[in-house]
């Protein structure tokens, strides 16, 4: 919200010479958050008000004119311009070098500079006003019109901030940060607050004089949703410009004067913070009541849009029907006309949540719902009825009140609230004296007795409709009245008895760090729905998968039930720019089942787990190194991360798996997950190009954390072990599993251990067959091993693979 | 002879020194120790010695051939030593190759260094689930229920979820207060934990807004703590996360859950408070909201708001991440660009 400094000064008297650096410092440190404080001076810097002495045409130009200009420094300058309305002797906005503008009102800002058009030499520019920003408040009523500033009489040289007097600053507040005090938007309101952190003094408005007749009407029906309602008729007013103040006022908070009917109603909901409106009163049939629409009534409202309403909704309405949407918007046929004669003027108070709700049902929020859905206290219509009352009488002298009722059915309850001295003083961890907590509550409007260690606390009118309601919020009053930044910070002074130990946090944070550090991948971060897309191609059945209501986008609205869709997302887009490449991400997955929570027993919520998922995609290597790294980066995981170690099975093929070439992760008998070759046709789905793309996805929430480090100490042997390598052939289709069960039964004790190292199909080899080069650890407690024995031990071996698989020697 | 001998003997020693290669020590050895070399020859004159100085005399020439092979051998173990086996070409400018190239999301690695700082403090580390009810978004959190909040979060509701009863009308967490709700339940005061994790609004992105974000909320309750408390802990986790002291300052804000609340600022680390186009001039720059959780919420979480209080803060790691590093746009984070991630080690 944008507040005019010098309209604040109407209320409180700031001193002139006020630091506006510390003002919004103050305001931002104790209130509400000052986004920015502007000069508004400074958007004119470089104009100034020009007098046309002479206008020629151009010689090469149709559409140029060629202008003598005073613009007040004793040389007449040469201004080509393009302007339809120029005249000799008309005041105008000359933008001499320096001065930044749009041209026509658009684009990007130019800098002013001597130059020359068409051959003319141009000293700088003749403004139209949304060429200087002044578009809303000087409309033009054709295209190429320059400002004419002949009203304004000032001589030539007259900066154009001084001779439109808007030497003003603006406050820029962020409406974020002060949601929660309903009592401060408007100008009155923060120059409220200004007196009362500064201790200046407080105009007040004087209460309107009404003396009319009595028996104009105003009916409320609803008066839940319509606590106030004060309704003034008036004759002798007409449709005509407001006094340029008023307009300029409004214009510079950022609203577009109108005319005076309607800009009467806008400066006096600026100023008060509680919105007006004004009917035609003879477009008003028999009296106004407030109250819930019908089902299906119809209402036209101001801005074009045609209403159907439901009975949430709140009208004023008159014999016939709405005409106005309560404290959203007045409807197209009863407010201001052209030919308006007579008014009746509406200051009312509205429910807040009732205007927010109809505000936003039909996506119409306005300058009044913004208000009034903030909780404005019925006590201001008083104050923006004298306000009213008061320019409604200075603009239209000829003015006669035919009619006036003022219904305030639901008075406003001040809130009460009793405070405990001790713990306010705990609480704040300063022992302030009873004067001091007195002298902050109340300037700022708060009733205050203090008896023994309790103090009884009424909060004003303003600051009663629920800003103001637990004792909590009585101490922070006091505190910032006090000033955080006053209060001595002090330290904790609690103790635990433990040590934190949190094995599963740690054990995911350890499985990220040993696969980004250890393994060399990059963690990646991914949204949690899927792109349709991806959904189809690797998940193709979307049973059990959650959806968003409202998604981001139409082909976004599946909650991820896997995190492999968008890794091969990730995949896709970074192939553009790597041939080698792999990633994680670790994050939630949702499925649509179970519905329970373990936190409370009425609370229905899916299953959920946290999952770790890969991606390695290569260009460059082959399928088998992939397939080894990414089994040897499962395989060490368990060992590096301090879990329970992984075995691998071939129980159910993951469906965007190729066929031979995945496998199952289990934790003992529980399966945590799976492994595999993304199969061509997914990877084709996906558009993945020219990579083979290795996946792997685990459940963290399944892994269990050694309760710690289990490993034991085995003792070095005593006599060397010997490592002996064989190559033998088997059957293309042997697995390494098979082969090393082999040997490990045939244990004679001095095969240590059996490793593969590798294995080769092709050339001089046979077809149907496959090489595996396999190293055998042969070694003994009690001895150092002859050659000899050793080589009756690997051949021991090759016999019994021999036997059992039926594999030979290679041919050397 | 015995002169002789010396005279040899320095000779051998001398050229022994001078050798640079072992192809001279080899010419050293035949010329002195070889069949024709000048000790052999010596040798042959022995017989012409006086018979009494004869064993002596062999003795030293024994020596002396000792002495120059046991040279010879040293010459040749300090010139393998002295020879390179590279080349004097040998380009020591060139770069290393990279380890295995990976690493954590600069996020995860923020987060890690809060809790790392935490969890010197006591602090516990609780995670939470992404989807929950409106019950413990909104409910439990003081937000009445026609609270614009709830519809100005422009929550992520769930297809089929996304009406009836408060404990079945589920969404994407606005936010990880209702988390924290959760644990108080479930644990016993006083309590020290924080909260990392991933929140989603339903909003239009730039590059200052995203539809999912990280927080980072940190709670504290017990009995006797003052709202300045929060200052000295927000202070020292700033500066451990920053390597530096960051003066901190907290002004008014208000946010349903908490009363009074707070708007924390840290000086700005890239002017050290001079201002500059940062922290747009003014020297500050807003990191999280923070205050005393609602009497309402302690309620919610089944404690007696009259004994106990406490001090929460929310951290806004995206925005401490983009200080950090300098980052200008936050949708980088989910981009999953290689580009972009591997650049934080």
Request: with cysteine; net charge negative; aromatic share 8%.
């Amino acid at each position: 919200m944008k507040l005019s400094l010098s309209w604040i000064k109407d209320y409180v008297s700031l001193p002139d010479d006020t630091d506006l650096k510390k003002l919004a410092y103050d305001l931002t440190m104790d209130t509400v958050e000052v986004e920015d404080v502007e000069y508004i001076g400074k958007r004119f810097e470089n104009m100034v008000v020009g007098v046309i002495k002479e206008v020629n045409p151009h010689p090469d130009a149709d559409k140029l004119r060629v202008c003598t200009v005073d613009i007040g420094d004793g040389e007449d300058k040469t201004i080509v311009c393009g302007g339809i309305n120029l005249e000799a002797g008309m005041r105008v906005a000359v933008s001499v070098p320096g001065a930044v503008v749009r041209w026509h009102g658009e684009g990007e800002p130019v800098v002013i500079k001597k130059s020359k058009l068409r051959g003319v030499e141009s000293y700088g520019m003749i403004c139209a006003s949304d060429e200087i920003g002044l578009g809303d408040l000087f409309p033009s009523s054709q295209e190429a019109e320059i400002l004419d500033l002949s009203a304004f009489d000032v001589p030539a040289g007259t900066p154009i901030a001084e001779a439109l007097g808007l030497d003003d600053v603006l406050l820029e507040i962020d409406n974020k940060s002060m949601t929660n005090r309903p009592d401060l938007w408007g100008h009155y309101g923060i120059a409220r607050e200004i007196a009362a952190l500064y201790k200046l003094p407080l105009k007040k408005f004087e209460p309107a004089q009404i003396d009319a007749p009595s028996d104009f009407k105003v009916e409320i029906i609803d008066t839940d949703r319509c606590p106030r309602y004060i309704g003034v008729e008036m004759e002798g007013v007409e449709v005509k410009p407001s006094p340029f103040e008023m307009q300029s006022r409004i214009w510079r908070v950022g609203m577009r004067p109108i005319n005076a009917l309607v800009d009467i109603t806008n400066y006096v909901m600026l100023a008060t913070g509680n919105p007006t409106h004004a009917f035609d009163a003879d477009n008003i049939k028999d009296h106004i009541r407030v109250r819930r629409a019908e089902k299906n009534e119809k209402l036209l409202l101001l801005n074009g849009k045609d209403l159907e309403l439901c009975e949430d909704d709140l009208v004023i309405a008159d014999g016939e029907g709405a005409v106005a949407l309560a404290g959203v918007m007045g409807g197209a046929k009863d407010s201001i006309l052209p030919k308006t004669e007579r008014v009746i003027l509406e200051v009312a108070n509205f429910e807040s949540t009732g205007i927010r709700r109809t505000a936003l049902r039909y996506d119409n929020r306005t300058e009044a719902s913004s208000r009034y859905e903030k909780a404005v206290d019925p006590e201001r219509c008083d104050q923006a009825l004298a306000l009213s009352i008061r320019y409604f009488k200075e603009l239209y002298p000829g003015l006669k009140i035919t009619g006036y009722c003022d219904k305030y059915e639901k008075k406003l309850q001040r809130a009460e609230i009793d405070v405990n001295l001790t713990w306010l003083a705990k609480r704040l961890g300063k022992d302030l004296t009873h004067d001091e907590i007195r002298s902050k509550l109340e300037i700022l409007g708060f009733d205050v007795a203090i008896e023994g260690d309790s103090m009884h606390v009424i909060a004003p009118t303003w600051r009663s409709t629920g800003d103001i309601s637990i004792k909590d919020d009585v101490m922070e009053e006091v505190a910032r009245m006090y000033g955080y930044d006053n209060f001595e910070a002090t330290s904790f002074n609690t103790s635990f008895d433990h040590a934190i130990n949190q094995k599963d946090i740690s054990l995911v944070r350890n499985i990220k760090e040993y696969l980004a550090i250890r393994c060399g991948m990059q963690e990646v971060y991914t949204y949690p729905w899927m792109n349709d897309v991806f959904v189809n191609a690797v998940i193709g059945d979307t049973k059990g998968v959650l959806r968003l209501s409202t998604p981001p986008a139409p082909d976004l609205s599946y909650l991820r039930s896997t995190l492999l869709p968008n890794l091969c997302e990730a995949v896709v887009k970074n192939e553009r720019y790597f041939d080698d490449f792999s990633i994680f991400e670790e994050a939630q997955v949702f499925f649509d089942e179970d519905y329970t929570s373990p936190y409370d027993e009425s609370e229905k919520l899916p299953k959920q787990r946290r999952n770790i998922a890969a991606a390695f995609a290569t260009g460059t290597r082959k399928l088998n190194d992939l397939f080894r790294e990414v089994k040897g980066v499962l395989e060490f995981m368990p060992r590096y991360t301090h879990m329970e170690g992984f075995t691998f099975r071939k129980e159910t093929k993951p469906v965007w798996a190729d066929n031979v070439v995945w496998q199952n992760i289990y934790v003992g008998d529980v399966k945590v997950g799976d492994m595999g070759l993304l199969d061509k046709k997914v990877s084709m789905e996906c558009g993945i190009k020219n990579l083979s793309v290795m996946l792997f996805e685990i459940d963290t929430t399944l892994l269990k954390p050694l309760i710690s480090r289990t490993n034991r100490f085995t003792h070095l042997a005593e006599y060397p072990e010997t490592d002996y390598d064989i190559s033998m052939l088997f059957d293309s289709s042997a697995t390494w599993e098979e082969i090393k069960e082999v040997i490990v039964k045939k244990e004679s004790g001095i095969i240590k251990n059996a490793s593969f190292v590798d294995e080769y199909r092709g050339k001089q080899i046979p077809a149907g067959k496959k090489s595996v080069t396999i190293r055998l650890t042969i070694g003994s407690k009690e001895k150092t091993l002859t050659s000899e024995e050793i080589e009756n031990a690997a051949n021991s071996v090759m016999k019994q693979l021999n036997k059992r698989m039926g594999a030979e020697l290679r041919a050397q | 002879m015995k002169d002789k001998i010396e005279q040899i003997l320095s000779e051998a020693k001398a050229k022994i020194m001078e050798a640079t290669a072992e192809s001279e020590l080899q010419k050293v050895r035949s010329d002195f120790l070889g069949k024709q070399g000048a000790l052999a020859l010596l040798l042959k004159e022995l017989p012409t010695v006086e018979v009494s100085l004869r064993p002596e005399m062999g003795k030293i020439l024994n020596q002396a051939k000792a002495k120059v092979t046991e040279l010879i051998e040293e010459k040749k173990t300090e010139l393998k030593l002295k020879a390179s086996e590279v080349s004097p070409d040998f380009d020591c400018t060139v770069p290393g190759t990279m380890p295995a190239n990976g690493g954590l999301h600069p996020i995860t690695q923020m987060c890690y260094d809060l809790n790392d700082a935490f969890r010197s403090m006591g602090f516990e580390v609780f995670q939470e689930d992404d989807i929950t009810s409106e019950l413990y978004a909104f409910d439990k959190l003081n937000f009445p229920p026609n609270h614009p909040a709830r519809e100005s979060m422009d929550t992520y509701w769930l297809e089929g979820h996304d009406s009836g009863a408060t404990n079945e009308k589920l969404c994407l967490r606005p936010h990880l207060t209702g988390g924290s709700v959760r644990y108080m339940q479930t644990h016993k005061p006083p309590y020290r934990f924080v909260y990392p994790g991933r929140v989603y609004r339903n909003e239009t992105t730039d590059a200052h807004h995203e539809r999912a974000f990280f927080q980072y909320e940190a709670l504290i309750v017990d009995k006797d703590i003052t709202f300045t408390s929060g200052k000295v802990l927000i202070q020292s986790i700033l500066s451990k996360v920053f390597g530096t002291e960051v003066p901190v300052r907290m002004r008014s804000g208000f946010f349903p859950f908490v009363e009074p609340g707070f708007e924390i600022d840290m000086q700005c680390q890239v002017c050290g408070g001079k201002g500059c186009s940062v922290c747009k001039h003014v020297g500050w720059i807003e990191v999280m909201p923070g205050g005393s959780p609602h009497p309402n919420v302690l309620r919610a979480a089944g404690l007696d708001p009259d004994e106990y209080t406490g001090f929460y803060v929310n951290i806004g790691l995206d925005r401490l991440v983009m200080m950090r590093y300098g980052v200008d746009d936050v949708r980088l984070f989910h981009s999953a660009d290689l580009r972009f991630l591997s650049q934080f080690r």
